[in-house]
């Protein structure tokens, strides 16, 4: 029974070694392949989070997720371009918050004038029902 236990142990444990000398690798190949995305997603988000949004997420040839890595960059891209249309219209409020807050104060107020600062005012914000729908 002995000899029968190790004719059959012997091919057993040479065919486990065998494949794991095959699966090993294989594992840490592909792991790379996740662990490298998830990582530089991780980085991503930490500079977003940090108000930086000049670049772009890039996978290596290889790698998993780059779907999640496309829709990402879009996300990136979508808040540039919100966070630019905030910044251009603040500056376009606030000057003509200045000038309008300038002809109130002064002694000669342009009734006119002041009407039409306020009448680009709100035309600016009825043109911006939904603000920021891209």
């Known amino acids: 029974m002995s000899s029968l236990f190790k ?23 592909y792991s790379h392949k996740v662990a490298g995305p998830v990582y530089r997603f991780q980085k991503s988000l930490d500079m977003i989070l940090e108000g930086q949004l000049d670049f772009m997420i890039k996978l290596r ?8 890595a496309e829709k990402m960059n879009s996300l990136i891209d979508y808040m540039r371009r919100n966070i630019e249309e905030v910044r251009s219209s603040h500056r376009m409020v606030r000057d003509r918050i200045t000038k309008i807050k300038t002809m109130v104060t002064a002694e000669k107020v342009d009734i006119n004038v002041l009407k039409n600062e306020v009448e680009e005012l709100d035309k600016f914000f009825k043109e911006r029902p939904k603000p920021f729908s891209f």
Not at 7 to 29: D, E, G, H, Q, T
Not at 61 to 68: A, G, M, S
């Open 61 to 68: 040839k290889k790698d998993e997720f780059k779907n999640i």
């Open 7 to 29: 004719i059959i142990l012997i091919p057993i444990l040479a065919v486990n070694l065998f494949i794991l000398c095959i699966i090993v690798p294989y594992s840490l190949m």
